[in-house]
Structure formats: structure tokens, C-alpha cells
């Protein structure tokens, strides 16, 4: 088993191209070939979680939260994030995070908190991420074949639905040039081919693969492809969720009820301006960016973590807002990787982190 074997998995779940400009996600240290035997799971990498992992021989450590975001200018020691990187390439283990492109998918970062919460009904709170029609011609022959490579490289995936498309038969022409080695027609003679036209609906982050691909699985020696931006949202990738509970619940209770859930030292939040909550949004880590996002979608209380002072104004005693913390708001995204590589990997072969790395205290 590779380094590459487990990341792949988690990168189809959750795309790389889907993580924020300023992020660094992926592969931080190690090699994509590397050997893995064991895996580590955590929230974030310290030095007592490199630690962990030299003792317990795990040769991959996966966290939610990238190691280092900031370009290192050296390896030395001065810093506890550089004496991580040290002990880690000392002792062979490479370290992996998935982070914004984590919180970016629809059973991400806050798609795990509203399965602790069991929300219902639920739709992402600040949709991200753009569609296209991708759209391509092909000769009526090998007009299946073609569509099938894309369809099964996960274009067309509408909803629950997969392998979707629209398919037209018309006539194509063209005339090859001298230097070319057409697979149908003669050079320098025009040439009309029955073709289909095949238009399937792909997310941004699959188009260039979808472009390479066709390129590949394609008998014409220039394919044609046009590919057309869409208004439309793309409903499975950006932030937050709102759902529903089951019944709507007694706010003091609901509020108990988190606090156990996500094992909150305490739970800051605005007035209890609603006697009981139904509509529930959430977003993990630092959510006051999602705070009028919450109100419009008439959520009845919005859980996330970082709000400053000012943020518990902001609702007008229209919504409740409840600050967890940032760690305890993520601490469930371990599970979300934990279901992903054991689909690689032994079960016996992935261990939770024990250290609770947490850095903030409460007294
Ligand atoms: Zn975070």
C-alpha cells in the first residue's frame, strides 16, 4: 500500500482543486510512492502527535488541519512546526491534510456535524463551486465508448443519479489537412461523418480531467469540445449545511444536548431568543462568515466556531447563534477519513490519535 493508494480516496471525495486559495492541502511531507503499513488519524499535527506516531509505527499521518499554510524560508529547529517537519523526515512518516476542500463537499467537515446532530433535509448553506456542459462529437461507433470513459470517470453525476447525458445524432464535417491522419475520410477531401453529440453536466474541479481524458479515449487526432460555464449551483460542494431536526426541540435542551454531543468545555451563545429550535445550521471551524447566510435560510440556531463579540449582535434576536469552539466543532472529521481509507486499508491498519490537541483550555 502507497501513500497514493490511501490519498486518492480521499481526494475523490473531496477534490483538491475545491480547497481556498490561501490553503495547503495535500501531501505535506513524504511521497506520493512511499510505503504505508499504518495510519494515523488526527485534527491537527504537534509535535506529541509525530510522537504518537513514531511510537505506534505509523508511517501516514492524516489531519484535518494542514501542518504548515506559510512557505518554511529552513529546517531549523526554532519552531514547533519545523521541529515536526524534522521528526517526521527523520523518522520516514509523511503527513497529509485535508482541509477547505474537507469543508467544501456536502458530507465534509459540517456534513459530519449534522450527522452528530441528526439534521434532516439538509442542502449546503453558501453553494461553491462551478458546472459546466461539456459537450464533444463523436463518430456514431464509437459514440458509446467514448461517453462510457467519461461517465465512469464520474461526469454526468446529477444528485443521486450518475451516468448522465443527452445524446444527438447529426452530421460533422471537416476537411484534413496534410499533415494529419484522420480515422475516417481521405486528406485534402472533404468529409462528412454521422456523429453523435453527447452533452453531459461536469463540476469544475473534473473538467481538465475530463479534457485530458477525452483526448485520450477519442479516435479523432483533435476531438472537438466545447465547454459552456452554467449558471446553475453546483448543489453537493460548498459551505455549511442547514437541515432539520426530527421534531423541534426545547432550546435549552438542544443547546445540552450539543454540549454533550461535541464535549464542549462551554458553549458561548446570543439570548435564547427562541423557546424551541427546528431549523438548524452548522458550519465547522470558523463560521461567522456564514452568519446572514444562516439567518436568510431561517435557520432557528446556527453552530459553529470563532464568532467575536460583535458577531452575537448581528442577529437580532432572530436566530441563535452558539460558538462550540473550533475544535470540538471538528473533531468528527477524523470518522470522515477513517470511513474513506479502511475502504483501502485494514481497519487494524488506522488508529484515532489519542492527544487531544485542542490548544484551548477551559477553566
Ligand atoms: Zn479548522
Known sequence: MQVKDLTSVIEEFAPLSLQEDYDNAGLICGHPENEVSSVLLCTDVTEDVVEEAIAGNHNLVISHHPLSIKALKNLVPDNWIKRCFIKAIKNDINIYAAHTNMDAVINGVSGKMADKLELIEREILQPAGKLYTFCFYTPMEEAERVRAALLDAGAGAIGNYSHCSFNTQGSGTFLPGENTHPFCGERGELHTETEIKTEITVPEQLLSSCIRLLNEVHPYEEPVCNIIPLENQNPVTGFGIIGELE?????????????????????????????????????GGSGAFLSQKAMQAAADIYISGDFKYHDFFMTENRMILADIGHYESEQYTKEIFYELVTKKISKFAVQFSKINTNPINYL
Open 247 to 283: 421534531q423541534a426541540v426545547n432550546t435549552h435542551e438542544f443547546l445540552q444536548r450539543v454540549k454533550s454531543i461535541f464535549h464542549c468545555g462551554i458553549i458561548r451563545h446570543s439570548p435564547i431568543c427562541k423557546p424551541e429550535v427546528k431549523r438548524v445550521a452548522v458550519c
